[in-house]
């Protein structure tokens, strides 16, 4: 219990010093536009990272279908800031009422495809979370979303059936997506998303709900014996990290101008979860350090030019082998034990 | 006449599937690993029986060998190297290191062999046969036969042989089986080798079949063939033999008569009402868990 | 995990992306991004490599001199703003935007607000260039490429009933299939097979061919990039299907695939401005020299990068721009001279631009014996 504590305050101390030395370089002029320029999508990915592992780690399912709700946030939360472009003009809040309704599709998304997700087990899980991506993305690659001032206008397949009145824009055009979004997302936003990230999780973790759900995951027959409702609780710690992943899904997709549905396919998926195990499956912190060392590393490794996704994987391979195999892991805990390390860096 | 003539191409295309799964299906039971690196390793085999037959104008059976020995080497070395370190591991991580090799892969294929792509050339010629009014090619007949060469003799060996008795004891208890004198890593260093043989096999087949070669050309039929092996339920030979044949068909009959938009979506729906029905696949075993 | 191992990693990381660029002022210096690695590597390729013999060639000429430097996007819009912020930290001066559509959409937003002069070498979709006084493209626009390829096949009289086979996941494609869908049915061409491919589904064709057969579509209009157009070839010669098959500008390319059957291409037209076998004179030492140095036939793609960079070049010569200005102030003068410019090229002669689109004849070609062929 100790551990959690100290935990849940090093995620919120390192979340604010980021956020302030990000601030104080940015006012100086000292930062790149490279990093500037990732700083928004930093936060998104820290959110898809921490929400994921709720589902992976603290839940314990595997989910390979992460970008879907990601995808279904940022399409129904850039439209719904582009129909408020006029009724409300302040950008703040446009987006934090984009990132709510952004939020709330995922969950309804989240809701759909938990039911079946709730009787399946292990790769079949998988399996379905990764056809669900699948079909989020080949749903918004055909669909056309129209608006003018007497509300929406939906048409699957074609943009034919769309007639819009005089001050009427296309949204979702099939394949090309949005186009020439207004950019609202800032830095700011983002780091205020992941901080109600991590009081939503770890207030989740701590609860009653969170006890239940890592006893559904240790063990879920001995939890069911004691009463425990399996059924209500893995829903609830799903149907949460993919409204959060919506909400992440919006505040990424408004850093651009332009978003397409095959961002959000099996490559996004695949590296959220990424982001998780390397960060270690249930560490909220390790979701936030890696989700930042993974977005900039491809961007470090420029200098290697062609070389540079060689490169990247033979990182992660690396990484992986460094921090996983049994061989190491020895040889770490050797070095621990004769620099006389404190225990407490360990994970569980 | 119409009908016909999808359900074959559907049965062609399903056969590719097919080995591909069964190529994922193998590692898988013995290993417990989805091995993502799997694709990659049949645009590997590809490229080597490309320029066997291109550049040194070797016979199509030497490049086919050829691709298929330095496939099954391949898939040694990535099995030593990158996976069996993390034997003790859990299991995300060793699909995390997957991931990370098939990063590898392709961007190793683009260094070497550039991103242009390469026409695969026909390994028996472009023959066909006319029956009536149905029309279908050698290489189809070609695919839908090795597959199911490869789905008997796979069967014969796992069920006949003292190697393959080895590896299905290994599947379903490791310590047990080492306890009896199995030799475990050798058994699982061997399911690699035949993972990646297969993959070769299927490569070059998948390229006779549809002839465009670059770098990512195995990520999506790897994909397809990871969703047939859980469809027919993963772990088992003949489950990934039926699933594999039963995606191709949906997907082209998905295309045929409801829309060619929306095809990803039909098949993968398909795939979810399936999955609900049967939790563990078509031919997948339940097991309930003991208290 | 180790999170102190992390920490330093971590730091060391973000020094590297951190540490800006001193530069040493001598060249211009000209950035670009494209797909380098992934699926679409063959188009970001083949336009660096262009742009960079073009560069070389300038150089050796004495006057100006610059420098280009290409980053990878992977055809992906969130690694081009990524790439773009890496070249404005280099120190880039002039953008050649991005080489695929997407990317491009929102590097050229960035053109916009950076004040950074862009010229895009195959970026097509219109929204690239809307509303952006200093982004202009060499290549058609998509809508362009369409309505011409429809007047083109109504004018010839080429055929009566038309099947498309579009990729349904691609804005290129689905840029050329809109407006050739509206000007067949101004022209009363009979579309009647509309089929669709997407990424994960562009190796089996069998059933958008049979649709096409079945229906009695003389001619399929294949809006889309060659690799795919060279499977449908080769699937629809298997199924004894033989109608006129009529490609854009993405066609070309498909008789420098190494091992491509080019029997199969016989007899297919397509809109496109560049030909590798055209005995103009500086397209035959472009042409030469990207053999050399690559091994390989340049595509359209690749003649479009050179173009670009040639242009530029001249036209930073005629603004008077030198390599101690700032990219704002080369920005203003390039917009200012490209009101007026009018450029030679390999992918076209008197080429001008007006709101960022550029004027350029597509030239119909028809490919015989493995040739390309001039139609009129």
């Known amino acids: 219990m100790k551990r959690k504590n100290t935990n849940k305050y090093v995620s919120f101390a390192?979340?604010?010093?980021?956020?302030?030395?990000?601030?104080i370089l940015t006012a100086s002029g000292k930062i790149t536009r490279s990093m500037q320029g990732m700083l928004v999508p930093i936060c998104a990915y820290i959110v898809m990272a921490i929400s994921l592992n709720l589902t992976v780690g603290i839940l314990g399912e595997l989910s390979l279908g992460h970008a879907g709700f990601m995808s279904m946030g940022a399409f129904t939360g850039t439209c719904a800031a582009l129909m408020m472009t006029e009724s409300v003009p302040d950008e703040g809040l446009r987006l934090g009422i984009s990132m709510v309704i952004g939020a709330i599709f995922g969950g309804i998304a989240g809701f759909l495809i938990g039911i079946p997700v709730l009787r399946l087990k292990g790769d079949y899980l998988a399996i379905v979370t990764l056809a669900f991506g699948e079909i989020?993305?080949?749903?918004?690659?055909?669909?056309?979303?129209?608006?003018?001032?007497?509300?929406?206008?939906?048409?699957?397949?074609?943009?034919?059936?769309?007639?819009?009145?005089?001050?009427?824009?296309?949204?979702?055009?099939?394949?090309m997506g949005i186009s020439k979004i207004k950019k609202i997302s800032t830095f700011t936003a983002g780091f205020i998303l992941i901080i109600l990230t991590l009081f939503i999780v770890y207030h989740l973790v701590e609860s009653r709900y969170g006890r239940a759900i890592m006893a559904i995951r240790d063990n879920r027959i001995a939890a069911e014996s004691v009463g425990v409702d399996v059924t209500k609780y893995k829903m609830t710690a799903f149907v949460i990290s993919a409204a959060l992943a919506g909400a992440a899904g919006t505040l990424f997709a408004m850093n651009y101008s332009t978003i397409t549905a095959n961002k959000f396919d099996f490559n996004t998926s695949i590296l959220i979860l990424v982001l998780v195990v390397l960060g270690g499956l249930g560490n909220i912190t390790g979701s936030i350090i890696s989700a930042t060392l993974l977005t900039i590393l491809p961007e470090a490794l420029r200098g290697f030019a062609t070389y540079r996704m060689l490169v990247y994987a033979i990182v992660l391979i690396v990484v992986m082998l460094f921090t996983n195999a049994s061989g190491t892991k020895m040889l770490i805990s050797n070095i621990k034990a004769k620099l006389g390390g404190n225990k407490e860096e360990e994970e569980q | 006449m119409r009908f016909l003539s999808f359900l074959i191409s559907g049965l062609s295309l399903g056969s590719i599937y097919a080995i591909i799964a069964l190529g994922y299906t193998m590692v898988y039971g013995i290993a417990k690993m989805l091995n993502f690196a799997h694709g990659d390793v049949i645009m590997v085999g590809s490229y080597i029986c490309f320029f066997a037959m291109m550049r040194y104008n070797l016979p199509p059976v030497v490049g086919v060998i050829l691709a298929v020995i330095v496939c099954t080497i391949l898939g040694m070395v990535i099995e030593r190297a990158a996976y069996k370190p993390l034997r003790q591991a859990p299991s995300l991580a060793v699909l995390i290191t997957a991931i990370g090799v098939s990063y590898f892969l392709q961007n190793g294929a683009l260094l070497l062999w550039?991103?242009?792509?390469?026409?695969?050339?026909?390994?028996?010629?472009?023959?066909?046969?006319?029956?009536?009014?149905?029309?279908?090619?050698?290489?189809?007949?070609?695919?839908?036969?090795?597959?199911?060469?490869?789905?008997?003799?796979?069967?014969?060996?796992?069920?006949?042989?003292?190697?393959?008795?080895?590896?299905?004891?290994?599947?379903?208890?490791?310590?047990?089986?080492?306890?009896?004198?199995?030799?475990?890593?050798?058994?699982?260093?061997?399911?690699?080798?035949?993972?990646?043989?297969?993959?070769?096999?299927?490569?070059?087949?998948?390229?006779s079949a549809y002839p465009t070669l670059v770098p990512t050309t195995g990520s999506m039929p790897g994909i397809k063939a990871f969703t047939a092996a859980v469809f027919g339920g993963i772990g088992s030979i003949p489950g990934a033999f039926l699933g594999g044949l039963l995606l191709g068909v949906i997907e082209t009959f998905a295309k045929a008569y409801i829309s060619t938009q929306l095809s990803d979506a039909v098949v993968f729906s398909v795939l979810i009402i399936v999955l609900l029905v049967r939790p563990a696949g078509l031919l997948g075993k339940v097991i309930n868990e003991k208290v | 995990m180790n999170k102190k191992l992390y920490s330093v990693v971590l730091a060391v990381l973000m020094m590297a992306v951190c540490v800006s660029g001193v530069f040493a002022q001598d060249a211009i210096k000209i950035g670009g991004t494209g797909p380098?690695?992934?699926?679409?590597?063959?188009?970001?390729?083949?336009?660096?490599?262009?742009?960079?013999?073009?560069?070389d060639e300038i150089n050796e000429l004495g006057g100006l001199q610059f420098e280009l430097r290409y980053e990878d996007d992977a055809h992906d819009a969130e690694k081009a703003v990524n790439a773009f912020n890496a070249l404005l930290d280099w120190g880039m001066q002039i953008s050649m935007s991005s080489v695929t559509s997407k990317p491009a959409?929102?590097?050229?937003?960035?053109?916009?607000?950076?004040?950074?002069?862009?010229?895009?070498?195959?970026?097509?979709?219109?929204?690239?260039?809307?509303?952006?006084?200093?982004?202009?493209?060499?290549?058609?626009?998509?809508?362009?490429?369409?309505?011409?390829?429809?007047?083109?096949?109504?004018?010839?009289?080429?055929?009566?009933?038309?099947?498309?086979?579009?990729?349904?996941?691609d804005v290129y494609s689905k840029g050329v299939y809109d407006t050739f869908m509206e000007e067949a049915e101004e022209l009363g061409l009979e579309v009647v097979s509309d089929t669709t491919f997407s990424d994960g589904n562009d190796t089996d064709f069998s059933v958008q061919i049979a649709d096409a057969q079945e229906k009695g579509a003389e001619l399929v209009f294949l809006p889309m990039y060659y690799t795919p157009a060279s499977l449908i070839l080769a699937q629809a010669d298997a199924a004894g299907y033989d109608p006129i098959f009529f490609g854009v500008d993405g066609m070309d390319g498909i008789l420098t695939m190494e091992g491509f059957d080019a029997s199969l291409a016989e007899g297919v037209i397509l809109l496109t401005p560049f030909n590798a076998d055209s005995e103009d004179e500086k397209t035959a030492a472009f042409v030469a020299k990207y053999q050399e140095l690559y091994g390989e036939t340049p595509n359209q793609f690749a003649a479009d990068g050179y173009d670009v960079v040639w242009a530029l070049a001249e036209a930073c010569e005629e603004a008077g721009v030198t390599a101690d200005m700032s990219?704002?102030?080369?920005?203003?003068?390039?917009?200012?001279?490209?009101?007026?410019?009018?450029?030679?090229?390999?992918?076209?002669e008197n080429m001008t631009w007006d709101e960022g689109a550029v004027n350029k004849d597509p030239k119909g070609m028809i490919i015989q014996d493995g040739a390309y062929v001039g139609l009129d």
């Open chain 3, 105 to 169: 959409e929102a590097t050229s937003e960035l053109n916009m607000e950076e004040r950074v002069f862009g010229m895009t070498p195959s970026a097509s979709s219109t929204a690239v260039i809307e509303g952006k006084d200093n982004v202009l493209q060499m290549c058609f626009t998509d809508p362009n490429q369409g309505s011409a390829s429809a007047a083109y096949i109504s004018n010839n009289d080429l055929a009566d009933k038309v099947a498309v086979i579009w990729k349904n996941d």
């Open chain 1, 136 to 175: 989020i993305k080949s749903i918004f690659n055909n669909l056309y979303v129209g608006f003018d001032k007497y509300g929406l206008n939906f048409q699957l397949l074609s943009e034919k059936g769309i007639k819009l009145e005089e001050g009427g824009r296309m949204l979702i055009q099939g394949a």
């Open chain 3, 36 to 55: 380098l690695t992934g699926g679409a590597a063959i188009y970001g390729n083949a336009v660096a490599n262009a742009a960079q013999i073009a560069v």
């Open chain 3, 327 to 348: 990219a704002e102030e080369i920005n203003d003068a390039l917009i200012e001279v490209f009101k007026t410019f009018t450029f030679d090229g390999i992918t076209g």
């Open chain 1, 14 to 23: 390192l979340v604010i010093a980021a956020y302030a030395i990000m601030m």
């Open chain 2, 114 to 207: 550039t991103s242009s792509p390469k026409v695969f050339p026909s390994i028996i010629g472009n023959g066909k046969i006319q029956l009536g009014e149905l029309t279908i090619s050698h290489v189809t007949l070609l695919t839908v036969a090795v597959c199911l060469v490869i789905m008997a003799v796979l069967t014969w060996f796992t069920g006949r042989t003292k190697m393959g008795k080895a590896m299905r004891a290994c599947s379903e208890d490791k310590g047990a089986a080492q306890l009896m004198g199995i030799d475990v890593n050798g058994t699982i260093s061997m399911t690699f080798a035949i993972g990646s043989g297969l993959a070769a096999i299927a490569g070059v087949l998948l390229c």
